[in-house]
């Protein structure tokens, strides 16, 4: 089984930053593609950033040029940092492991933008 667990989450004003942090444990016997997701209520999961295990990165173009992901290999973490945030960049944000076609997900971390 794998284990995802995201922070970093909270309240910040428009145009400011945050940092998401996720990290992935248990059985993982490869560096896996990780990423982020967001979800509104009634909406469905959005794809926000993913990057795999040789570092290519993918984004929504929402948030291109704003949104940057990295990752620790040797700590299975991903990061999430957000600049510029906007108030439409509301959302719970989800961290997830992929194997293959199997996505692990964490519990999700609430960034909410609003002055």
């Known amino acids: 089984q794998v284990q995802v667990v995201e922070s970093g989450g909270g309240l910040v004003q428009p145009g400011g930053s945050l940092r998401l942090s996720c990290a992935a444990s248990?059985?993982?016997?490869?560096?896996?593609?990780m990423g982020w997701y967001r979800q509104d209520p009634g909406k469905e999961r959005e794809l926000v950033a993913e990057i795999t295990s040789g570092g290519s990165t993918n984004y929504a173009d929402s948030v291109k040029g704003r949104f940057t992901v990295s990752r620790d290999n040797g700590k299975n973490t991903v990061y999430l940092e957000m600049n510029n945030l906007k108030p439409e960049d509301t959302s719970v944000y989800y961290c997830?492991?992929?194997?293959?076609?199997?996505?692990?997900w964490g519990e999700g971390t609430l960034v909410t933008v609003s002055s």
């Open positions: 248990g059985r993982l016997f490869i560096i896996v593609p």
């Open positions: 997830y492991a992929r194997i293959a076609t199997t996505y692990y």
